[in-house]
């Protein structure tokens, strides 16, 4: 059963709009989320995380949103790039703290 | 600073054979992890040690098993390979292995069963 969930497989924005990713889960113990992205044939990179002390977090063009009640967190990209393309995948930490539960993925593309 | 690399790259093998995979963390990092990713299942969690130790396992059979050696340097084992275990497997590394503290992720080797 697949305790975080990105139920949509793919996105497409166009150049300067917003992306909204977004994802749930399932398993109240998970306290640190993570995003990353993915380009074909690289390992994932680290985008941006949040706790669950808090219910926003920015980095940039880069804005985490966190709602424990829902159990639902959304990735907002603005402005959206063509170098945003990628996959997204949206991560939760068991709760020894030492692996990383990832969703399926949302493949997001950015036309200019 | 050289990023974490994973040799062999691609790999084919046929069904019944076992394979070894293997991970060089970045320098510093005692902490790695390993992963799985299909495009059904996306990307799952096969098992993390810490100083040679394995500190926790994922959901997968026996036929998964991994070593790590005393310069952090880590491989996994797939004995007794079937067709559902073709898959890009990624390792990634960290300080010290909590989440906490990033986890990086190396180019991953493509595994083919034929």
């Known amino acids: 059963d697949q305790q975080v969930k990105q139920n949509s497989p793919s996105l497409s924005v166009q150049e300067g709009r917003i992306s909204i990713l977004n994802c749930d889960y399932t398993?109240?113990?998970?306290?640190?989320f993570l995003w990353y992205k993915k380009y074909p044939a690289e390992g994932p990179t680290f985008l941006i995380s949040i706790s669950s002390i808090k219910d926003k977090n920015e980095d940039g063009r880069f804005t985490v949103f966190l709602n424990k009640s829902a159990k639902h967190l959304s990735l907002h990209i603005v402005p959206s790039q063509p170098g945003d393309s990628a996959v997204y995948f949206c991560?939760?930490?068991?709760?020894?703290?030492?692996?990383?539960?990832f969703g399926k993925g949302t493949t997001l593309s950015v036309s200019s | 600073k050289a990023g974490v690399t994973q040799t062999p790259r691609y790999l084919i093998k046929t069904r019944g054979q076992q394979v070894t995979l293997s991970c060089s963390p970045i320098s510093g990092h005692r902490s790695v992890s390993w992963y799985q990713q299909t495009p059904g299942q996306g990307l799952q969690f096969l098992f993390e040690y810490f100083s040679e130790t394995q500190r926790n396992k994922g959901n997968f059979p026996g036929r998964f098993s991994g070593r790590q050696f005393s310069n952090s340097r880590s491989e996994m084992n797939v004995s007794t390979l079937e067709l559902g275990d073709s898959a890009l497997y990624l390792c990634?590394?960290?300080?010290?292995?909590?989440?906490?503290?990033?986890?990086?992720f190396g180019p991953g080797t493509r595994l083919t069963v034929l």
């Open positions: 991560a939760a930490t068991n709760q020894a703290g030492t692996a990383l539960i």
């Open positions: 990634a590394s960290s300080l010290s292995g909590t989440i906490y503290n990033e986890q990086f």
């Open positions: 398993n109240s113990m998970f306290d640190y």
